[in-house]
């Protein structure tokens, strides 16, 4: 599929020459952003989408997922457990613009989660997006588990990043909840205070270069 061709086939448009009037024609629907949030991770099924996106209805998640598979945004893989869903490769690149709306929302979290829902699968975009410009030399790894969800938080040279890593577990692990890992992100929370709201293994000294490497 051509991206610099493909028109949106949805029923509304700004109807301006613009990209992004015509970015938003694709991607500013509701609930579009944040089916590309929970897809950022990796691929998922159906069922986990709905499941992770509490309040969206099925037929709205459904035609959702079609038109995102029509501009190219999406790609449906089959697998051995089923059908999933995946981001192609310009769908991925949503990336950093969401990343940059992340932080400029950071303020918007400052009453605390409340009732609201805070699976630990999105920090996988918070947490890039709130030490952007953190560097560090040699690199960082550092696990962070949040209600049984393990991912890997790392910056290098090229800034921080975030990933599941399966097959591999990096030696420091911080185990927390998730609003104390974005408050310890965001600068809301010392280290001290994140270690007696949370659980260590591993060396401090890895935690403590995570959260106070040098900005570029």
Do not use: H
């Amino acid at each position: 599929m051509d991206k610099v061709n493909q028109q949106s086939t949805g029923p509304r448009t700004y109807g301006q020459f613009c990209a992004l009037a015509r970015s938003l024609d694709i991607v500013g629907e509701r609930w579009t952003l944040l089916i590309v949030r929970e897809l950022l991770p990796g691929p998922m099924r159906y069922t986990e989408l709905k499941t992770s996106l509490a309040g969206i209805a099925t037929n709205l998640l459904a035609g959702r997922l079609r038109f995102m598979e029509a501009n190219g945004i999406v790609e449906r893989r089959l697998e051995d457990v089923g059908v999933s869903y995946a981001l192609t490769p310009w769908g991925m690149e949503l990336r950093e613009p969401m990343e940059a709306l992340g932080r400029w929302g950071a303020p918007l979290l400052a009453t605390g989660p409340g009732d609201d829902a805070f699976p630990p699968r999105w920090l996988i975009l918070a947490l890039p997006a709130l030490l952007r410009g953190a560097t560090a030399s040699p690199p960082v790894e550092l696990g962070i588990e949040a209600d049984g969800f393990l991912m890997v938080l790392r910056i290098d040279e090229e800034g921080p990043s975030a990933f599941v890593r399966p097959d591999a577990k990096p030696e420091t692990i911080f185990t927390a909840a998730p609003d104390v890992v974005v408050g310890l992100a965001a600068g809301g929370v010392t280290i001290d205070q994140a270690l007696a709201l949370g659980n260590l293994e591993g060396d401090e000294r890895v935690l403590e270069a995570m959260f106070a490497a040098e900005a570029g």
